[in-house]
């Protein structure tokens, strides 16, 4: 019975680990948080992967008063592995309709200042946050406005 105890507080920990949330998003512009829709998420493990989509109707606008670039600030939960984000601008879009600006950060916390937002102009951002625990893995995607003013 003693040496079965180990490997039960083992298992016990894997079980709890992969039974974990998804590590969730916050985001803030110039100290001001950004609130956010769930667009998608897709949950796996090794043996299967389940994955929904949202398509939210209404997406939270944020007005912001600050001097371009902006920072936009990102800090993901627990597990949290990477964030990658797509800006697009509603007012001039991309003739591919693409985004203006792509971003990566390589953890679950950190800044990226922008290059092409532009005073008076609105743009939709969408943030992607891949994560992994111990035997599952993910990602969500998290959906806002923003609207730079001078």
Same mark, same amino acid.
């Given at each position: 019975?003693?040496?079965?105890?180990?490997?039960?507080?083992?298992?016990?920990?894997?079980?709890?680990? $992969?039974?974990?949330?998804?590590?969730?998003?916050?985001?803030?512009?110039? +100290? #001001?948080?950004?609130?956010?829709?769930?667009?998608?998420?897709? /949950?796996?493990?090794?043996?299967?992967? $389940?994955?929904? @989509?949202?398509?939210? /109707?209404?997406?939270?606008?944020?007005?912001?008063?600050?001097?371009?670039?902006?920072?936009?600030?990102?800090?993901? +939960? /627990?597990?949290?592995?990477?964030?990658?984000?797509?800006?697009? @601008?509603? @007012?001039?879009?991309?003739?591919?309709?693409?985004?203006?600006?792509?971003? !990566?950060?390589?953890?679950?916390? +950190?800044?990226?200042?922008?290059?092409? %937002?532009?005073?008076?102009?609105?743009? @939709?951002?969408?943030?992607? %946050?891949?994560? !992994?625990?111990?035997?599952?893995?993910?990602? #969500?995607?998290?959906?806002?406005?923003?609207?730079?003013?001078?």
């Amino acid at each position: 019975m003693r040496s079965r105890l180990p490997l039960a507080g083992i298992l016990i920990a894997i079980l709890l680990a $992969s039974c974990g949330g998804r590590p969730g998003l916050y985001v803030s512009i110039g +100290g #001001e948080t950004v609130p956010m829709v769930l667009g998608s998420v897709s /949950q796996g493990t090794a043996c299967s992967t $389940s994955h929904g @989509d949202a398509f939210p /109707q209404l997406i939270p606008l944020t007005t912001v008063r600050l001097p371009t670039p902006l920072e936009i600030r990102f800090e993901a +939960g /627990q597990g949290a592995t990477a964030i990658r984000g797509w800006i697009y @601008d509603r @007012d001039a879009p991309s003739p591919a309709g693409g985004p203006i600006e792509e971003f !990566s950060l390589p953890a679950s916390r +950190g800044a990226y200042e922008t290059r092409s %937002v532009l005073p008076g102009r609105t743009y @939709d951002v969408t943030v992607n %946050v891949e994560w !992994s625990f111990v035997v599952t893995r993910g990602e #969500e995607t998290h959906l806002f406005r923003v609207r730079a003013e001078p």
